[in-house]
């Protein structure tokens, strides 16, 4: 019995010697650092690439740079995503595309983050866009990088995480249909990428 | 019909031109094109702290750089020419990317090929019915009249 107690006491302590590691990183405008958080979509079609941007990204990302794995969700402003030309701008917020006044965000929460050599992940996780939630994986890169004059100079606060990752989706699979005048201007899948810098503050 | 044969020759010369000169331009535009990344550069601390240029927007395409005042220092994937794509947009400046000049001179070469096609089969023909009509109303043919 009372080795069960000590071993159950070891547990704990080895539990929460672990949970210490693990940092609670926010993601979100954080002054100099703003301009710096980034989503863009790229549509390959045949006429041309064109990428959509946008810098208003909010959410929180766990993480134990020790153990190596983490937890998170982010969440992308969908009207404000600008590629370059005010009509196409608004040709994608309306009901005929992504439908930003009904589906103001898009979101993509993990599920599992595993690490595979480097800074390299393997990342799973519900994305939901245009209100329809699936699951995808991906490989992302995560980059710890701890407080020190020189993340100070570049304006972070606190340790920072910087996770990039890319991922496609096609957008038939999130209930957005491409309008026949538009085929051959806008690819039927999507060319995700998210650049993050999540701080401790 | 003499206007009709005229127009179909013009329509075929027209077409032709149209397919020689998609095709010697777009060659030309390809030999000007270059890799090109667009990227959002970091101010000079976060360049340092992330030993890089800035961030990729997109992916790296072909373009015609006409003005090279936003090209940066360094190389991106490939290879490619780092051009500053808030210098691009300030100066209100859309390089042409060299995908949609192959989209477009394939379109003028097919409509050209088309109206070549067209025109010289229509002008076949009717030179073919004039000399029909020719050789119809010669004495020769009068012979089991």
Not at chain 1, 40 to 47: I, L, M, P, R, W
Not at chain 1, 63 to 70: E, H, L, N, V, Y
Not at chain 1, 100 to 121: I, N
Not at chain 2, 23 to 37: G, P
Request: aromatic letters at 8%; charged letters at 25%; glycine letters at 10%.
């Amino acid at each position: 019995m009372r080795k069960t107690l000590y071993f159950l006491a070891a547990l704990v302590a080895l539990n929460g010697a672990a949970m210490a590691q693990t940092k609670t990183f926010k993601i979100g405008d954080a002054g100099g650092m703003k301009a710096s958080q980034m989503f863009q979509f790229e549509s390959d079609a045949d006429f041309e690439n064109f990428t959509g941007v946008t810098h208003k990204l909010g959410g929180q990302f766990k993480f134990d740079p020790k153990a190596r794995t983490g937890s998170g969700e982010i969440e992308v402003d969908i009207a404000s995503i600008d590629t370059g030309i005010p009509m196409r701008n608004e040709h994608l917020r309306s009901p005929m595309w992504f439908d930003a006044a009904k589906f103001p965000t898009a979101k993509f929460e993990t599920t599992s983050v595993k690490h595979k050599k480097g800074d390299t992940y393997t990342v799973s996780g519900k994305l939901t866009v245009h209100g329809v939630t699936r699951n995808i994986t991906t490989e992302a890169d995560i980059r710890y990088i701890a407080e020190s004059a020189a993340t100070r100079k570049a304006m972070f606060k606190g340790d920072i995480c910087r996770i990039t990752c890319d991922f496609k989706v096609n957008l038939k699979d999130y209930g957005v249909m491409i309008p026949d005048m538009a085929a051959g201007k806008v690819s039927p899948s999507i060319n995700l990428r998210l650049d993050v810098f999540a701080y401790t503050g | 019909m003499r206007l009709l044969s005229v127009l179909s020759l013009v329509v075929a010369g027209f077409g032709l031109l149209a397919v020689i000169g998609s095709t010697v331009a777009m060659s030309k535009f390809a030999a000007k094109a270059e890799l090109v990344q667009l990227v959002k550069p970091y101010d000079s601390a976060m360049a340092q702290l992330l030993g890089e240029a800035g961030t990729p927007i997109g992916s790296p395409q072909k373009i015609i750089l006409d003005d090279r005042s936003a090209v940066i220092e360094g190389r991106g994937q490939d290879g490619a020419v780092l051009v500053d794509e808030d210098k691009l947009k300030a100066s209100g400046r859309y390089p042409v990317q060299l995908k949609t000049l192959d989209y477009v001179g394939g379109l003028v070469r097919g409509v050209g090929g088309v109206a070549f096609i067209v025109g010289a089969a229509v002008w076949l023909l009717l030179l073919r019915r004039r000399r029909l009509g020719k050789e119809g109303g010669s004495p020769s043919n009068c012979a089991y009249s």
